[in-house]
Every structure is written in structure tokens, then in C-alpha cells.
């Protein structure tokens, strides 16, 4: 019989807390049906004197159990806090990761921005500046302002610019959300600049970008997550797809700040009538262009789940590219068998690899040995 093929998966861990304690558990248990030897394990887990890690499997009534594994023969990074020691084991070779480490928002864009196969599809993006400010409000009617290293909707701005007047609306990094109404630019200007110095996270920089008319839903945001995923044979596939519809009056869709999942097609079917499959299928087109550009720059890459905005013209746009995606959109929505798929393929992927890599190595040995 073959001995099980060997996978970690890397998190954040604090004594029994792991990162995302409910997705681990369930990809876990998701990869022992599919009869790997699976474990999860943090930077502080790593032996590398002995070759061995200390892993971490769910107990059948809650908690974890913990013990020594083999040394993984593929990896997968679900690691999402920038810790220092986890940075260095990134950057380090002593895994070969199923997914090679992403970068921040506005890099991202920047990238994307330029590349011919899908720039028709990224709003105008800018790094915040107080005289970039002023050409985007001159120019577009709505104008987004957020951190280049955020997330869950945090510190995200929207300004709306209607008659004489102009609208912002926004959440703090707590949630909280600040409003107002002001009648000249200069006001606005200001407003923005006391935002984004209060805003700020660490070090980091804000983002200026062209709004979409998310407006599908009258007095709500919605926008679309698609989830594409490599598959047990290394290709990419579309998963599944949702729309996340925002709290009314809410500036973002996330479902962390209120934001509520639903059914991709009917919604586009209901806007858009004969047009919704070709909206559809550009949104698809559009998940595989950006997952194999993306690829181009970054290397291997596993799983993407694209914020995409669907304007009311029937227009597509790529709002956000989130390398560790979640799945609650499938869950929410009630569509049991995407949710699977979601949280099986990183698995069926993992596997593959390790079957690859190996085979590599069988035929670079018979080679070898026959030189
Ligand atoms: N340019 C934009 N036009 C319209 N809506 C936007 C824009 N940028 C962000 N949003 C709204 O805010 C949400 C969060 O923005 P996003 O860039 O995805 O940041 P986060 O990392 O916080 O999720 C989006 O899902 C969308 O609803
Ligand atoms: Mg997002």
C-alpha cells in the first residue's frame, strides 16, 4: 500500500486559538476523507533539527489534539497575520508551499493596471495624495478611498459626489460609521486628509479609486465574490460565485460589517434579463484571466476569491483580489455542495502536487541512474 501523502497546513496559533478555528478544523477533516496524513501547525511548530513538526488534528468532541508528524511534503499557507517568524519561514526554503506569498493592495492593482489581458477591467487606481484627490473628484462622480493594507471593509471611504453637494460615508477600523454632507471640494479635501491620517494602519498607504456603481440593489452595495481554485489536476476552476449585498446605507459589502449573501444568477437575471449570461460568463472570464496573470508575477498560486462590481450599465469590475479567501458566502447562501468543493479542492490540489513532485523525483532518480 502506499504510505499517505503527507500536508500541512500553516496558521497562526496561541496555545489552543488557532486563525479561523472552524475552516481549519473542516479542510482538516475534508483532507483525511480524501486519505492524507493532514495537520495543521504554526511557525513555533517547526523542529527543523529533527525534521519533524508538531501538528495539530481536531478531536471528535471539540479542541485539538496534538502530536509529532512527518515533515510536510506540501504546504499550505493559511497563515494571515504578518508575523515576524512567520515572514522569515515564508521566505525561507524549507517548505514547498502550494501557494507562493501575495502582495498588498496597491501592488496588486499597480500590476494588474498595466496588463494588457486585464486592465479594461481595473478601476482607476491611484496612491492617496491630497492633489490626486482633487483630479479623481474632478473627474469621477464617485470616488473610493481605502487603506492599501486593509480588509473587511475597514477604513474604506466612499465619496459621492451629487448636484453641489457631496456625500462620504464610511466605517472606521472598529465599524463604526461616519457620515457627512459638504458643499465644496476644498471641505471634502480636508475631511479626507484628517481620515486617512487617523485611518492609517502601521506604516501603511491609502488607495484612490474610481468608484463603481454598485447601485443594483437600490440603497444597498452589492457587489460579487467569485471563488476560483485550482483543481485535483493543478487547473483552475471557477467554484462557485455569490453576491454580497451591504447593510443599507452600509459603503461596503463585506459580510463582517452586516452584509448579507445571495444567489449570483437570479439577482444578475433580474437586473439584466438576455444579458445576464454574458455578464456571467464575463465574470468567469475574467476570474481566469486575472488567477493565470497573477501567476505570471507572483508564481504558484492556489485559490483566489475576486471582489468583483457588476455596475448598473452591466459593466464588470475588479474591485480586490483576496489570496486566503473565505467560503462563508456558499455557507450563507445555503449551497452545501459548493461549500465543500471550496474547502476540498485546496486539498485535492495539495495532492496533486505532492503526487507531481514526487514523480519528478522518481524519474530525475532513474535518470540518474542510468547516466
Ligand atoms: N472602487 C470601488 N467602487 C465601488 N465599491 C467599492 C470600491 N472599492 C471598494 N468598494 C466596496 O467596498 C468593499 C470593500 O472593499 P475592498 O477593496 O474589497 O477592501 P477589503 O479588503 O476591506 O475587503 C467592496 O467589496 C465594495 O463593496
Ligand atoms: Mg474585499
Do not use: A, F, M, S
Given at each position: 500500500m502506499h504510505p499517505k501523502r503527507v500536508i500541512g497546513i500553516l496558521t497562526w496559533r496561541k496555545g489552543q486559538r488557532f486563525g479561523e478555528p472552524d475552516y481549519l478544523r473542516k479542510l482538516v477533516r475534508a483532507g483525511q476523507k480524501l486519505g492524507a496524513e493532514i495537520y495543521l501547525f504554526s511557525?513555533?511548530?517547526?523542529?527543523r533539527k529533527a525534521k519533524k513538526i508538531r501538528g495539530f488534528v481536531p478531536k471528535a468532541g471539540g479542541g485539538w489534539a496534538s502530536r509529532w508528524f512527518p515533515w510536510p511534503e506540501v504546504v499550505i499557507d493559511r497563515y494571515r497575520r504578518r508575523v515576524p517568524e512567520y515572514i522569515r519561514l515564508r521566505n525561507s526554503s524549507l517548505f514547498f508551499f502550494a501557494n507562493s506569498p501575495f502582495s498588498k493592495k496597491w501592488r496588486v492593482t499597480q500590476l494588474l493596471a498595466k496588463d494588457e489581458r486585464v486592465?479594461?477591467?481595473?478601476?482607476?487606481t491611484h496612491l492617496y495624495a491630497k492633489k490626486t484627490m482633487a483630479s479623481m473628484l474632478a473627474r469621477h462622480p464617485l470616488v473610493y478611498v481605502k487603506p492599501g493594507n486593509g480588509s473587511g471593509g475597514k477604513s474604506i471611504l466612499r465619496v459621492e459626489h451629487v448636484g453641489q453637494k457631496y456625500l462620504l460615508s464610511g466605517r472606521d477600523k472598529q465599524y463604526q460609521v461616519h457620515m457627512a454632507r459638504l458643499d465644496s471640494r476644498m471641505a471634502v479635501e480636508n475631511w479626507i486628509s484628517r481620515w486617512v491620517a487617523q485611518q492609517r494602519i502601521a506604516d501603511g498607504n491609502f488607495l484612490v479609486q474610481q468608484g463603481v456603481d454598485l447601485g443594483l440593489i437600490p440603497g444597498h452595495v452589492a457587489d460579487v465574490r467569485v471563488l476560483i481554485q485550482k483543481d485535483e489536476g493543478g487547473e483552475w476552476r471557477v467554484t462557485g460565485s455569490g453576491v454580497r449585498i451591504g447593510k443599507s446605507g452600509s459603503s461596503t459589502s463585506n459580510l463582517h460589517g452586516g452584509g448579507q449573501a445571495f444567489p449570483f444568477a437570479p439577482l444578475i437575471e433580474r437586473c439584466f434579463g438576455s444579458k445576464a449570461p454574458h455578464i456571467i460568463r464575463e465574470c468567469h472570464l475574467l476570474a481566469h484571466e486575472v488567477a493565470s496573470t497573477l501567476e505570471d508575477y507572483f508564481g504558484r498560486m492556489m485559490e483566489f476569491g475576486l471582489d468583483i462590481g457588476v455596475d448598473v450599465n452591466g459593466r464588470v469590475w475588479l474591485i480586490e483580489v483576496n489570496p486566503k479567501p473565505g467560503r462563508e458566502v456558499f455557507r450563507q447562501i445555503g449551497e452545501k455542495d459548493t461549500y465543500a468543493k471550496a474547502i476540498e479542492r485546496p486539498v485535492q490540489f495539495a495532492l496533486h502536487l505532492a503526487r507531481s513532485r514526487q514523480s519528478r523525483q522518481v524519474s530525475q532518480r532513474a535518470r540518474r541512474a542510468g547516466d
Open positions: 511557525h513555533q511548530d517547526v523542529y486592465r479594461h477591467w481595473i478601476p482607476e
